[in-house]
Nanobody
């Protein structure tokens, strides 16, 4: 069974940092694009960051310069370092994976989703 399992969410004050981790199991993800999306209450799910197996990255406009995505292909993991957090970053964060970088970025070809982890940023 293929799974993506997120960890590292929680409550943090504005201006603080948090690191999310996603561990994949059940298959090798080294050739897959892996990334993070988020969904706030009443809003659509949106791109946070995606990284291809070769290292290319895409970031959502609202997180550029504050968040950094990294991967360890040998461990099947993808991490998201979030700095300078703002209350508007509050959301459930989901890990995702798919064969196509473009497909994952646009959410049109995501094969696997994690269950999500809550991130709450207090003002």
């Amino acid at each position: 069974q293929v799974q993506l399992v997120e960890s590292g969410g929680g409550l943090v004050q504005a201006g603080g940092s948090l690191r999310l981790s996603c561990a994949g199991s059940g298959r090798t993800f080294s050739s897959y694009a892996m990334g993070w999306f988020r969904q706030a209450p009443g809003k659509q799910r949106e791109l946070v960051a995606v990284r291809s197996g070769g290292g290319s990255t895409n970031y959502g406009d609202s997180v550029k310069g504050r968040f950094t995505i990294s991967r360890d292909n040998a461990k099947n993991t993808v991490d998201l370092q979030m700095n300078s957090l703002k209350p508007e970053d509050t959301a459930v964060y989901y890990c995702a994976a798919g064969r196509s970088m473009v497909g994952v970025t646009l959410m049109s070809d995501v094969e696997y989703w994690g269950q999500g982890t809550q991130v709450t940023v207090s003002s």
